[in-house]
């Protein structure tokens, strides 16, 4: 079946094509200097006084946890219904994942259940605004400052919101976004690290170039490091990207607004709320079915989505479930109970900035009519 609507989009025109064209007419396609200035227009959009440019969210995650020094013998807590690389960064530097269940109602980490998973090996905490969105964010921090808890904000699904007027990526020590292409923006693959504090900023830095210190000597390497630069081909793309991402969290909630509209009414499927006090900024726009609807049913409705042309995915199976993570660790089915059950209720629709209010219709139509049938 030919896709008739897609899941997703990037928002690319002449000003990035020709910012990549820029770039390709000179010499310098990596280590010129477009990554500073990338850096420079995050450093100033987010109010922070350190942007790092990475080549994925992953990779400066990953650096973060480097950089707080989490290794062997820690546990970090996290959420269990996120992107697998939030727990993978934890499991890569060496560190344990601890998941901790949700809250039904913002779909981020329950603050209220962190405490209860806090031991003498707990060093911080990875929170992600799921879709999006910053709700609870702020109960969330103040249990982790009560405990003395370092916060890396996995921020890659944020970039632009808001919680009580202040930006998604400045709750944590640090922070991080990530740029590929079904992100609110897109470097094609990228990320950026974020922070206020000049010796983490320092060492990612290092890390992030072969562990080369700020001292003379291109091959004088410091410590054990990583090639995660972004080039200035990429950069080119991010910085044309950054300077319109309030048109982007506007273009985005038009088309949240247009799914609201077709989907009200219909008690067979709940359209995400925007929480109080937050500005959305869209990542993706993710329904849920009613409680009575199996997995099963919610699967069925997505492979007929798929036959009749519409692009879905079941955005999170619970990362704790992954077979790799299950078996490491011993987790079974039911271990977190609220994940559980919104994971197997979720069902993201075709979301982009150029979403038409003819897809979202048709989109909306389908959905429907796929739920007759079940
Ligand atoms: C996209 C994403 C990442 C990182 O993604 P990359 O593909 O490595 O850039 C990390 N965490 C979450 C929650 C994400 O959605």
């Known amino acids: 079946m030919e896709i008739k609507v897609h899941l997703s989009r990037p928002d690319i025109t002449e000003a990035e094509i020709d910012a990549v064209c820029r770039v390709l007419r000179t010499p310098n396609l990596s280590l010129g200097p477009k990554p500073r200035e990338f850096e420079q227009a995050f450093e100033r959009y ?72 806090i031991t003498s090996r707990t060093k911080g905490i990875v929170p992600v605004e799921v879709f999006g969105s910053p709700a609870g964010f702020d109960r969330i921090c103040a249990v982790a400052n009560k405990h003395n808890l370092t916060i890396l904000e996995d921020s890659c699904e944020g970039l632009g919101s808001l919680l ?20 609110q923006m897109t470097t094609g693959e990228g990320g950026m690290i974020l922070t206020d504090d000049d010796d983490l900023a320092a060492m990612c830095r290092s890390l992030r170039n072969q562990g080369r210190g700020t001292g003379p000597g291109w091959l004088a390497h410091e410590r054990l490091g990583y090639n995660y630069r972004l080039c200035d081909i990429n950069c080119a793309l991010g910085i044309v990207q950054l300077s319109r991402i309030e048109e982007f969290v506007q273009k985005r909630n038009a088309v949240a607004k247009m799914y609201q509209q077709c989907l009200a009414g219909d008690e067979r499927v709940a359209a995400p709320q925007v929480p109080v006090n937050c500005r959305m900024s869209w990542f993706v726009y993710v329904v849920r079915l009613a409680d009575r609807y199996t997995q ?79």
């Open 164 to 183: 009580d007027g202040k930006k998604v990526g400045t709750f944590g020590k640090m922070s991080v976004f990530a740029f590929y292409p079904n992100k």
């Open 46 to 117: 987010i109010g922070l006084k350190h942007a790092i440019a990475v080549n994925s969210g992953t990779s400066g995650l990953f650096l973060c946890a480097q950089a707080l020094g989490w290794g062997p013998g820690d546990e970090i807590i996290t959420t269990p219904f996120t992107f697998i690389a939030t727990a993978n960064i934890i499991m890569m530097a060496g560190a344990k994942p601890v998941f901790v269940d949700i809250d039904p109602e913002t779909l981020n980490i329950n603050p209220g259940k962190i405490e209860a998973a």
């Open 296 to 374: 099963q049913q919610r699967n069925a409705v997505m492979e007929k989505l798929t036959a009749r042309g519409i692009q879905v995915s079941n955005y999170f199976p619970p990362v704790y479930l992954q077979p790799f993570i299950a078996k490491q660790y011993g987790f079974r089915q039911g271990d977190f109970p609220v994940t559980d059950a919104v994971a197997k209720s979720t069902i993201a629709l075709p979301f982009h900035n150029n979403l038409t209010p003819k897809e979202a219709q048709l989109v909306c139509r389908e959905l429907k009519a796929c739920l007759d049938e079940i």
